[in-house]
């Protein structure tokens, strides 16, 4: 019984050892040790023997099930990772073939770049103000302190629908508006489409963009302005511009400016974007005029404030090099998918 | 505004470089567009002397010479000139030289023999041959005046000068000229600012009893001055005043003239000359025109006038509009004898409008335009006559006639140093300020605490005002970044720009492009969009001065804008267009002057795999991404531009939001397309009052789905929606969702009739769902369609 035994363990290992797949493993698991495999075959015969041998071959013939139980195992293992390595093989693909399309639309630049410039003033406490485009003289300038006579009001090419109704040249406005409505403190910035009446060209359009900025509060200050634009100036092109406040003029703010950044192109060394000059301007500003306060129905005595424009679509052309302003408006594909 | 930096340094030393000059300039307010250098291309052209003339051994018409140009040796010089000869002194242009136009001079072989530069006309070096006196029409130029030997000829022809064009804002009309340039130079560099010394020759006689003049309306003529000058030689100026014309970039004419361009240039006054024979009783009236009244301008044209325009007038006509334009039977000619001189000083708003109404633009209504200060007139009118002396142009004769009945008085302001300072964020002190007025010619009174601002300065009327003064000459850089200390807001946008933001990113994510599109556009897009002759949408507002026709009404649809783009698209064969516009549309409101400005949400697509379903399903995500309730579909086949089978209104709480489908093929053509165009226009304010604001979550369900399939016959012309109401109805609380996966028509199927298969969820939230509660839904849904619908149940 002994060599019984003996005989198939080693019959049973090389068997095992010899199997060629998951398959054959398991005839083998039930020609051995199933319900009517050799080795059950061997212990069914074991009432056969003596009561001194039992123990000895009982304990024998469990070591030859739990030899063959971890060989099966250990060939079990074996045989799946081969398995699992021969399917990895054959599933090898072409990496270079192309990704399958995913739907992806893009926002208009115009947008992208107001997202940008309203982030930067959400974060300081702004909120964003909508204005009417269609506008009356009174807003668009008496109560900006251009009145009837003032020789700025014709430098403005305005579109007029009556000698009172008008399409805003500005922006501007909506300040009058948030004056009046609101209470104080403002911080706002209003972005809109604004109309003059220059031909389309690559550097002009009848219908451009600006974001209006305004701060009303008491204390303030032409530093503060300064303050505020240049951590705008810094958020929007980047920590190494440099900002210039020159002296300027506009009806509604006294004193106002311009603003120059160094140019984005070549960092001031002077190229073909800033006409070898360094310096691109971007936007005007200044101290909210005392008459603008007072028509708003705001004591100038106790608030002050500033406001500040600037032309979306000059931020954008510099922001991505674009030379022709035509591009914002034709909506052609293969403009817009590359922002 | 353009001036010579030589003509500004006779009234300020300036003693910097240039690049200094216009950076400080700027800094305070003069803001310099740019520099030029006349003749900046021209190089290398000297005086050079002709000591020997020989002719040409192998050309006719050809002269060889010996030019002396002060070096050691002769240059040669083959030339073709024939008004040269031994012993003139003309311009040589060198080897290497640089001519106007960038001709460039080498040395090099004329028919054998070497010429080692050019001989050079006015013209080339960028001049006309009238521009001189002694300029021959075609032919070298020859200096009459001693010039050295060898020396650049640039500066003898005012060439190399540096012209600083500044751009002057409209609050500083005084900035129009070059003495008020000056001003702000000196106060800028802290010098002082030499005004020109004036000195008039009078001759015997007297003004005030050779011409009259009169000012009927006080209000638009505050002041009208005039000089008398006889025995007048009109004829070209002394080469000087040529020489000041020509570097500030104007041409002379004669002598007149020239004096009124350079008292224009250096004043900013205008002037007129009045030929003083012509006028009528030697009586100059200033009064508006007479409804009716027609005068011809001295550039012959007539023009008819009105009531609310001033005129200067003799005793019979108009004789000049003032401050626009001269007219022609007064005009100063060759015969005139006897000038009457107009320096004045007319309303610039009525000057404007005016001008503006006959269309009819000079130098002298832009400057009038700016309005100008009456008190320049005292100084500008003896410059007038002093450069009469100066060019000989004829004799001064005795005394001013001058009616000033308006006067302009000096403002007096208080200034508050604490205010100031607080307005700015500086610490400037007392001193300091007053030093800054005091360089602005402000008088100021530190007892009281008031500045006097000069008449030249009307913009300075209030304390701001004097801030803005201060600031500038402290220095706009040097005022030192603050950081707001006010009190605290919260950043936000409201509900509508957060919706919005919603919407474009909803519309990136499925593939849709941000697009713009102009908000006027032509009244015939109505036509191409075949909307009917009587349809609200062409009641619009329109601009009364438009950029043409095409840009002249404000858009009442959005769809001409996404149309033209998606043409654009397909014209530059991009095979695929998804675009989205929120922009607004422009609505008249019966008796109100305002219009409405309404929001519109449209889309525009076209493409191989997009067709009507590919919108819809673009406007389902949409109204899903927003939590919109209550949302439905109904078939629209009544608006003219749309394909009538393939578009449907979305409706949002019964209320029609839009429509959307596909395009009329009359249309598309139009519109230059031979594809099938889609398209929605949504109204933005209903979306918005239909969003769901405040929603909680639905539990993750607990008990299991089972799923049935069903598939029925039904006729072609049975809409699923119907089938869906039905399925929807009669399937109760217990029907969890429904799903169409199949219609198919064809083989197997009768004629008329199409296959529809839908999968539909049954779900309880408390309990598994038992086969007898699912056979009685089942049963219920299945006898509603044949019924209702009359479809017959297909095998599975």
């Known amino acids: 019984m002994r060599e019984k035994l003996e005989q198939i363990k080693s019959s049973a290992l090389e068997a095992i050892n010899n199997a060629s797949d998951l398959k054959v493993l398991e005839d083998l698991r039930v020609q051995y040790l199933g319900k009517k495999g050799e080795l059950t075959a061997v212990l069914r015969g074991m009432k056969d023997l003596t009561a001194e041998e039992r123990p000895v071959v009982g304990q024998m013939a469990n070591e030859v099930r739990e030899a063959l139980e971890v060989a099966l195992a250990d060939k079990k293992v074996g045989l799946e990772s081969e398995a699992v390595n021969q399917k990895l093989k054959e599933e090898v693909i072409d990496i270079t073939m192309p990704g399958r399309k995913m739907p992806k639309g893009h926002m208009h630049p115009l947008h992208k770049t107001l997202e940008e410039v309203q982030n930067i003033f959400l974060g300081m406490g702004y909120e964003i103000v909508d204005g009417r485009e269609v506008e009356t003289a009174y807003y668009n300038f008496d109560a900006l302190n251009l009145g009837e006579e003032h020789p700025a009001r014709d430098e403005q090419d305005t579109f007029y629908f009556t000698n009172n109704l008008v399409l805003r040249t500005a922006t501007s406005p909506v300040q009058v508006h948030t004056m009046e409505e609101q209470e104080l403190p403002i911080r706002m910035v209003a972005p809109g489409r604004v109309y003059r009446s220059d031909e389309s060209d690559a550097t002009h359009s009848p219908i451009f963009h600006q974001i209006e900025g305004l701060v009303i509060d008491k204390n303030i200050t032409f530093g503060d302005l300064k303050g505020v634009l240049a951590e705008f100036a810094k958020k929007f092109f980047g920590d190494k511009v440099q900002v210039k406040f020159r002296p300027h003029y506009f009806p509604f703010t006294e004193p106002s400016a311009e603003v120059d950044v160094s140019c984005v192109m070549c960092g001031g060394k002077g190229c073909n974007v800033c006409k070898g000059s360094g310096w691109i301007e971007i936007l005007g500003c200044g101290m909210v005029h005392p008459k603008v306060l007072e028509m708003a129905g705001i004591d100038p005595t106790k608030y002050q404030g500033f406001a500040f424009g600037m032309g979306l679509e000059r931020l954008t052309m510099l922001k991505y090099d674009i030379n022709d302003l035509r591009l914002f408006y034709e909506n052609d594909v293969k403009f817009l998918s590359q922002f | ?796």
């Not at chain 2, 707001?484 to 909803?506: A, C, L, W, Y």
């Not at chain 2, 439905?632 to 019964?654: C, D, K, Q, Y």
């Not at chain 2, 399925?727 to 197997?748: H, N």
Request: hydrophobic share 40%; glycine share 8%; with cysteine.
């Open chain 2, 1 to 796: 505004m353009n001036v010579p930096m030589s003509w500004l340094k006779q009234y300020v030393d300036i003693d910097v470089d240039v690049n200094t000059y216009i950076d400080a300039m700027t800094m305070s307010g003069s803001k310099v567009e740019a520099v030029e250098e006349l003749g900046k291309e021209i190089t290398k052209v000297v005086a050079g002397k002709i000591i020997e003339t020989e002719k040409h051994p192998d050309a006719d018409k050809l002269r060889v010479m010996k030019v002396d140009i002060g070096a050691e040796a002769p240059i040669q010089i083959v030339t073709a000139a024939t008004n040269v000869n031994t012993g003139d002194v003309v311009p040589v242009s060198l080897d290497g030289a640089t001519l106007a136009g960038g001709l460039k001079i080498k040395t090099g072989k004329l028919r054998g023999v070497e010429s080692q530069g050019m001989f050079c006309s006015v013209e080339e070096l960028g001049f006309e041959a009238s521009d001189f006196d002694d300029a021959p029409e075609d032919g070298v130029y020859i200096f009459h005046t001693p010039i050295e030997l060898g020396s650049d000829v640039k500066p003898y022809f005012g060439l190399g000068e540096s012209i600083v064009e500044y751009e002057i804002t409209s609050n500083r009309p005084d900035c129009f000229s070059i003495l008020g340039i000056a001003r702000e130079a000196a106060a800028t560099f802290k010098k002082p600012f030499n005004f020109p010394e004036i000195k008039v020759e009078e001759v015997d006689g007297n003004a005030a009893d050779m011409a009259k003049v009169t000012i009927e309306n006080e209000q638009l003529c505050p002041r009208y001055a005039a000089r008398v000058i006889k025995n007048v030689k009109v004829g070209p100026s002394p080469k000087w005043l040529k020489d000041r014309l020509m570097s500030a970039g104007l041409r002379p004419v004669n002598n007149i003239v020239d004096i009124t361009n350079y008292m224009l240039l250096e004043f900013g006054q205008p002037m007129h000359a009045f030929d003083y024979d012509k006028l009528a009783g030697h009586h100059v009236i200033v009064r508006n025109a007479k409804d009716g009244e027609t005068m011809t301008t001295l550039f012959g044209d007539e023009v008819t006038l009105d009531s609310s325009m001033l005129v200067i007038a003799d005793e019979a006509k108009p004789v000049a509009i003032a401050g626009v334009m001269g007219g022609e039977d007064t005009k100063v000619t060759e015969d005139t004898t006897t000038i009457l001189f107009e320096c004045a000083n007319f309303n610039g708003y009525n000057v404007r409008q005016t001008s503006k109404k006959l269309g009819i633009s000079s130098d002298s209504s832009k400057k009038y335009v700016k309005g100008l200060d009456p008190n320049n007139i005292t100084l500008a009118i003896e410059r007038a006559v002093q450069l009469i002396n100066m060019t000989g142009a004829g004799e001064v004769v005795s005394g001013i006639i001058d009616v000033y009945p308006v006067k302009r008085e000096k403002l007096t302001i208080p200034y508050d140093l604490t205010w100031i300072n607080n307005y700015l964020g500086t610490q400037v002190t007392e001193e300091e300020m007053k030093e800054y007025f005091e360089r602005l010619e402000f008088e100021v009174d530190t007892t009281n605490k008031t500045v006097t601002i000069p008449t030249f300065r009307p913009d300075v009327t209030m304390m701001a005002d004097l801030a803005e003064e201060v600031a500038r000459l402290y220095g706009y850089d040097k005022i030192e970044v603050t950081l707001e200390r006010g009190t605290p807001t919260v950043g936000h946008k409201n509900f509508e720009q957060e919706i919005t933001d919603q919407i474009r990113s909803t519309m990136s994510r499925y593939g849709v492009n941000g697009a713009l599109t102009y908000s006027f556009e032509s009244p015939k897009v109505f036509d191409k969009l075949c909307i009917p002759a009587d349809s609200n949408l062409r009641n619009v507002l329109t601009i009364t001065n438009p950029l043409g026709e095409d840009f002249s009404i404000m858009r009442t649809t959005t769809l001409n804008g996404i149309l033209n783009s998606l043409s654009i698209n397909y014209n530059r064969r991009n095979e695929t267009a998804m675009l989205y516009e929120v922009g607004k549309v422009f609505e008249k409101i019966e008796g109100e002057e305002l219009p409405n400005e309404i929001k519109k949400v449209t889309v525009g697509m076209y493409g191989k795999e997009v067709d009507f379903y590919t919108l819809k399903g673009l406007i389902e995500a949409l109204v899903e991404d927003l939590h919109i309730q209550k949302v439905s579909v109904e078939r629209n086949t009544e608006l003219p531009f749309m394909h009538p089978g393939r578009t449907a209104n979305l409706m949002i709480a019964g209320k029609v939001c839009g429509y959307f489908g596909e395009i009329h093929p009359q249309v598309a053509k139009n519109y230059s397309v031979d594809a099938k165009l889609y398209v929605a226009e949504l109204d933005l304010a209903l979306i918005l009052a239909n969003v769901e604001k405040a929603r909680s979550y639905v539990p993750l369900p607990k008990y299991p789905a089972t799923t049935r399939d069903i598939a029925m016959l039904v006729k072609d012309d049975v809409l699923v929606g119907d089938i869906e109401k039905v399925i929807t109805q009669r399937g109760g609380k217990l029907l969890e969702s429904c799903e169409l996966f199949d219609v198919y028509q064809g083989k197997q199927i009768e004629e008329g009739h199409k296959s529809v298969a839908y999968k539909l969820v049954f779900r309880a939230s408390d309990r598994t769902l038992t086969d007898d509660e699912i056979q009685k839904s089942m049963k219920k849904i299945l006898n509603g369609l044949e019924t209702v619908i009359g479809a017959k149940l297909r095998e599975q």
